[in-house]
């Protein structure tokens, strides 16, 4: 148990659809990123928040967006949803800072299925 | 991030150590080495990183080479339960903190 937790496990939608992911860090950590894990694609990041703010982004496409709580959970929303959007969605948390040799420990996954 | 180079798949006898080996030949001096690996479909797991010295934690042991120009992980014992696609990894130490995950190496430990 990496002290990550997501939710929900898994989430089955259609398209055109608009959905909600959770995370919530491990205690203490204060950044927190997402990356997608597709069948062709293999795990690619996608955003990265740091104490609420926004630090870093990768392959996110723009009907995807995320925020950070205050209270440093984590939300990534994904809206008109498409066949290829179904894939395993996985958040990490690391202490954060200026350097990155912080070690990243992933939650378990959400498993999205779009029909 | 420097590209890394690892087998598709190896295999490995239950008991016996696994070696997995890495090939980063374009790593900078300020760059370190991590491995995760991927049991099934659960997040990845943090297995060990390291700079420029061996490294042995519960888990594994990381042996990187003189020229940093490759790694290995070994699993000492290994059990059916380190069946998994282990990725190696390298990340810089400032900047950019994404993971940047290749394919990996799938192992299988057989009983």
């Known amino acids: 148990d990496s002290g990550v937790t997501q939710t929900p496990k898994h989430l089955i939608t259609a398209t055109g659809q608009r959905v909600t992911l959770r995370c919530s860090p491990r205690?203490?950590?204060?950044?927190v990123y997402w990356y997608q894990q597709s069948l062709d694609q293999g795990l690619q990041f996608l955003i990265q928040?740091?104490?609420?703010?926004?630090?870093a982004k990768g392959n996110i496409l723009e009907r995807f967006s995320a925020q950070q709580f205050p209270d440093l959970h984590s939300e990534l929303n994904l809206s008109s949803l498409e066949l290829g959007d179904s894939a395993l969605y996985f958040c990490a948390s690391s202490v954060g800072g200026a350097f990155s040799t912080d070690t990243q420990y992933f939650g378990p996954g959400t498993r999205l299925t779009v029909l | 991030d420097a590209k890394t180079t690892q087998p598709t798949s190896m295999d490995c006898a239950e008991g016996r150590a696994a070696n997995l080996p890495c090939n980063h030949s374009t790593i900078s001096g300020n760059e370190y080495v991590y491995w995760y690996r991927q049991i099934h479909s659960q997040g990845p797991q943090y297995i060990i990183h390291?700079?420029?010295n061996n490294e042995t934690n519960e888990m594994a042991s990381l042996i990187i080479t003189e020229d940093r120009k490759s790694s290995t992980l070994i699993l000492p014992h290994a059990t059916l339960r380190d069946t998994a696609v282990y990725y190696c990894?390298?990340?810089?130490?400032?900047?950019?903190?994404?993971?940047?995950f290749g394919q990996g190496t799938r192992l299988t430990i057989n009983p």
């Open positions: 990894i390298v990340r810089v130490a400032e900047g950019a903190q994404k993971l940047v």
């Open positions: 928040y740091y104490n609420g703010e926004e630090r």
């Open positions: 205690s203490g950590d204060l950044s």
């Open positions: 390291g700079l420029k």
